[in-house]
Nanobody
Framework: QVQLVESGGGFVQPGGSLRLSCAAS????????MGWYRQASGKQREWVAH???????SYTPSVKGRFTISRDNAKNTVYLQMNSLKAEETAVYYC?????????WGQGTHVTVSS
């Protein structure tokens, strides 16, 4: 069973950038579709982006053009580059891994966008 650990969150001013990482524990990382979600206080968890095993990417409309999801299979890591961050994007950001009917979640990393 793969385990996921997010990192890279922190405090950033509106308009700033942050790069999140999600490291997986298994060498079969390249077989999983990987995604990023976020959950703001008092809100439901929201899908942000996904990247397939063939490096096809998808984004929620609100982040398209500002966020970039990528993966480095040799490092068993998926990234989320976040640019031009907005205050309303303050949330806990989670990565997940999907293979068939199996979905695995990381513990989350906090992102605070505030001046």
């Amino acid at each position: 069973q793969v385990q996921l650990v997010e990192s890279g969150g922190g405090f950033v001013q509106p308009g700033g950038s942050l790069r999140l990482s999600c490291a997986a524990s298994r060498s079969i990382f390249s077989l999983y579709t990987m995604g990023w979600y976020r959950q703001a206080s008092g809100k439901q968890r929201e899908w942000v982006a996904h990247i397939t095993t063939g490096d096809k990417t998808s984004y929620t409309p609100s982040v398209k053009g500002r966020f970039t999801i990528s993966r480095d299979n040799a490092k068993n890591t998926v990234y989320l580059q976040m640019n031009s961050l907005k205050a309303e994007e303050t949330a806990v950001y989670y990565c997940n891994a999907i293979l068939g009917g199996s979905t695995i979640w990381g513990q989350g990393t906090h992102v605070t966008v505030s001046s």
